[in-house]
């Protein structure tokens, strides 16, 4: 098991929360949102395959040395908080437009209505940890199970945004644990966190 430095005020595991004092959003905003978060998309798409690419970095990295460069966390920790976001944003409606900043450090910084909070950087990584990609193969299965009605929910509180002028409440509890348990999947298989992620939504 990797060992967590101490006294870092990184939270123990990963977590998500989004934080919206008015539910209420514009009826124009809710239906042109995804329009506006087309540019968001297509950089994440590039964002994605830079991901892939660090991932075999770190998987030399921790074959050879044991450890995880304090760049690769940070590249890690920065990209997936933005990825986050850029979800949230798509979700609910956020007038705040997701800026192209990559917060590194693993307590979000909370100038973002969505925050996501990441253990801190392990001192050390077992190299048993190059076989979590494998491991984590029945998250993958849940993880797409959970993301079918996920995406219902969405639809149907899109619609009822749309009519109400107002998100659903449930549909944010469910985007948070959702989005928790896909961070510790995340977080287990690019081994900033060594433990096996449980299947709990629990936050």
């Known amino acids: 098991m990797s060992e967590q430095p101490m006294g870092t005020g990184a939270p123990d595991r990963a977590y998500f929360k989004v934080t919206i ?30 991901i892939e690419a660090i991932y075999l970095l770190q998987f030399v990295s921790v074959l050879f040395t044991g450890r995880m460069p304090k760049i690769i966390y940070q590249i890690f920790v920065g990209t997936f908080r933005w990825l986050n976001r850029v979800s949230a944003f798509m979700q609910f409606g956020i007038p705040k437009y997701p800026s192209l900043e990559f917060p590194t450090e693993p307590a979000d910084p909370g100038d973002y209505p969505a925050e996501s909070h990441y253990p801190a950087q392990p001192e050390s990584v077992p190299r048993y940890g190059l076989f979590f990609v494998i491991l984590a193969i029945p998250h993958y299965i849940y993880l797409a199970v959970l993301a079918v009605i996920l995406f219902f929910f969405a639809l149907v509180s899109w619609f009822v945004a749309l009519i109400m002028g107002q998100y659903p409440a449930f549909v944010q509890e469910w985007l948070e644990k959702f989005t928790s348990y896909e961070m510790r999947v995340l977080a287990y298989i690019t081994m900033i966190d060594s433990r096996y992620p449980s299947f709990s939504l629990d936050i």
């Open 21 to 50: 004092p008015d539910q209420k959003v514009a009826r124009w905003r809710i239906f042109f949102h995804i329009f506006m978060a087309i540019p968001l998309i297509i950089i994440a798409a590039f964002i994605t395959m830079i």
